[in-house]
């Protein structure tokens, strides 16, 4: 299943895992799987999914694996190792692949007074990787795109990811370099400078537009996924204009562009009255006309609606949902129900069962 394109619907799911009854879970480190429940016991697993600009990851214990009259772990135990690949399915009587990374750090915990002798593992996304290398470099390329392709293409990194798609960004004027930065560094500047999104799912990076795929995965609604959620609008950081202003490195002429805030964030005039004529402006430089100038304006604009409204769900464990996508609620409220893009996943899995939790946003009513 590719969580980038799936579709689906609550009543699809229910047939599909079987009811949600009998959760379950394997962890497939190197080519060793340990299953839950089957000599590996591994008890619980929290996995972190984000379409934000820091890495996703999770954690697992290892129950049972601990031999009191040996005094050591089982051999089984050896297959976790630092840097082995690590690809987490989650599910109930079908299992869906959700994350693919790779173990970052074991720690072996001895509790002599109650028995509880475990493994904690941790792992995660290619992107902790990126932090590895720091670089004081000028790139040939012009382009953002073909620099972050050309990282991802190199080792560590590309040893742990199974595929890349990235949106193709405007030739810029001047030499893009890498300044004493790191290689997360570099890529996140990017994306934040393009109004772009950089994540990896399933062990494949995304560089892309924002909400690039507008399809939703699925509509929930209490009775029917929801367990739990809030919903909060702020209007704190609202602003009615933004501009952009640089320095043409060759005429000495002010470069600008400016974008207006758009949509609706209140019933009445309210919001309008509480923006008022408020504007930021910012200096960037390396601006190379008006329109570019006006693109990074609308891409800080985005980033500053992006915040204006959220919703926080707490579901039955559904492996479908996903970051970087849309997710319809309905059946709260007027002012819940809608169309939101999804940010934050998180997939917990213990003794009281499997439950995914995920914070979505809109940027207008």
């Known amino acids: 299943m590719d969580l980038m394109s799936a579709a689906t619907s609550y009543s699809a799911l229910e047939k599909k895992y079987g009811y949600f009854r009998a959760p379950s879970l394997e962890v497939k480190v190197g080519s060793t799987r340990l299953v839950r429940g089957e000599g590996a016991n591994i008890r619980s697993l929290e996995l972190e999914l984000t379409s934000g600009y820091e890495a996703s990851g999770c954690v697992f214990y290892v129950d049972g694996a601990y031999e009191v009259k040996n005094t050591d772990f089982k051999k089984y135990i050896d297959k976790l190792q630092i840097g082995e690949k690590v690809e987490v399915e989650v599910g109930y009587v079908k299992r869906e692949s959700v994350f693919t990374g790779y173990i970052n750090q074991i720690e072996y915990q001895y509790g002599a ?169 910012y200096y960037e430089p390396g601006v190379k006309d008006a329109a570019e100038a006006k693109a990074r304006a609308q891409a800080r604009m985005d980033s500053v609606q992006e915040k204006f409204g959220e919703i926080e769900c707490e579901c039955i464990g559904i492996p479908e949902l996903a970051p970087g996508r849309f997710v319809e609620v309905d059946k709260l409220s007027a002012q819940g129900n809608g169309k939101y893009y999804i940010t934050y996943v998180r997939h917990l899995l213990n003794e009281d069962g499997y439950h995914t939790f995920f914070r979505a946003g809109v940027n207008s009513l």
């Open 113 to 281: 007074d109650d028995g509880s002798y475990r493994v904690r593992v941790e792992c995660m996304d290619a992107k902790g990787l990126l932090m590895k290398t720091r670089r004081m470099e000028f790139f040939n390329k012009k382009n953002a795109d073909g620099i972050v392709s050309a990282v991802l293409g190199e080792q560590p990194v590309s040893s742990y990811l199974s595929g890349k798609e990235i949106d193709a960004c405007k030739e810029e004027d001047t030499v893009i370099r890498s300044h004493m930065m790191t290689d997360y560094e570099l890529i996140t500047e990017q994306a934040s400078k393009q109004g772009y999104e950089f994540f990896i799912i399933q062990g494949k990076a995304y560089f892309r537009k924002k909400q690039k795929v507008t399809s939703s995965i699925m509509k929930l609604s209490p009775g029917e996924g929801i367990l739990n959620a809030r919903f909060m609008i702020s209007g704190q950081q609202l602003v009615k204009k933004i501009e952009v202003r640089s320095i043409d490195e060759t005429s000495g002429k002010l470069i600008s562009g400016e974008v207006t805030i758009s949509g609706s964030f209140s019933s009445g005039s309210s919001a309008n009255k509480l923006m008022g004529t408020s504007k930021q402006v």
